[in-house]
T-cell receptor, first 116, second 111 residues
């Protein structure tokens, strides 16, 4: 059973370009979470999605960032017009039931975004 | 805003020593999880505690959830170089799905 997969592992963009980060959850998992980790910091929640629905986007910046989890295919985190402050590691996690009380979130290896 | 403070931030010890990492908050959590993260990788779950006062052991690691479910500790006995990594606590609330992560403790164990 493959774990959570993320690609690319490393992404370099120039200021103003778009970044697309992909996440394939574990088999049987329909809940996906995106977190951002700045250098030497803990992870910060961004968004929680179920298939075709955004459940909680309270941690997502209001501008330039969007996320989707279509019926078919991976979840996508999209960052438009990237700025240097977007440089970070972006982690995706998936879970089976969607409640932290009884569920486990399994993390992918992350995408390291560098904005030049 | 829920915050989880970990202490110490950095810890460098020799093989065979014992250590304790603390995770503290002013907020109550319904579950508390501990992860270890290695450079270039995602966090890997070590344990989940859900009951106030709960103690769980995983080989040389002992995890405790505070009685009031606001704090937790991780104790490692006879540390080994393979224990080196970033240790993160993360709190969950019953009705929300997002995890609130702590500030992290970077542990280095040398021979």
């Amino acid at each position: 059973n493959a774990g959570v997969m993320q690609n690319p592992r490393h992404l370099v963009r120039r200021r103003g370009q778009e970044a697309r980060l992909r996440c394939s959850p574990m088999k049987g998992h329909s809940h996906v979470y995106w977190y951002r980790q700045l250098p030497e910091e803990g992870l910060k929640f961004m968004v929680y999605l179920q298939k075709e629905n955004i459940i909680d986007e309270s941690g997502m910046p209001k501008e330039r960032f969007s996320a989707e989890f279509p019926k078919e295919g991976p979840s996508i985190l999209r960052i438009q017009q990237v700025v240097r402050g977007d440089s970070a590691a972006y982690f995706c996690a998936s879970s089976q039931y969607g409640l932290t009380f009884t569920d486990t979130q399994y993390f992918g290896p992350g995408t390291r975004l560098t904005v030049l | 805003t829920q915050l989880l403070e970990q202490s110490p931030q950095f810890l460098s010890i020799q093989e065979g020593e014992n250590l304790t990492v603390y995770c503290n908050s002013s907020s109550v959590f319904s579950s508390l999880q501990w992860y270890r993260q290695e450079p270039g990788e995602g966090p890997v779950l070590l344990v989940t505690v859900v009951t106030g006062g709960e103690v769980k052991k995983l080989k040389r690691l002992t995890f405790q959830f505070g009685d009031a479910r606001k704090d937790s500790s991780l104790h490692i006995t006879a540390a080994q170089p393979g224990d080196t990594g970033l240790y993160l606590c993360a709190g969950g609330t019953g009705t929300a799905s997002k995890l609130t992560f702590g500030t992290g403790t970077r542990l280095q164990v040398t021979l």
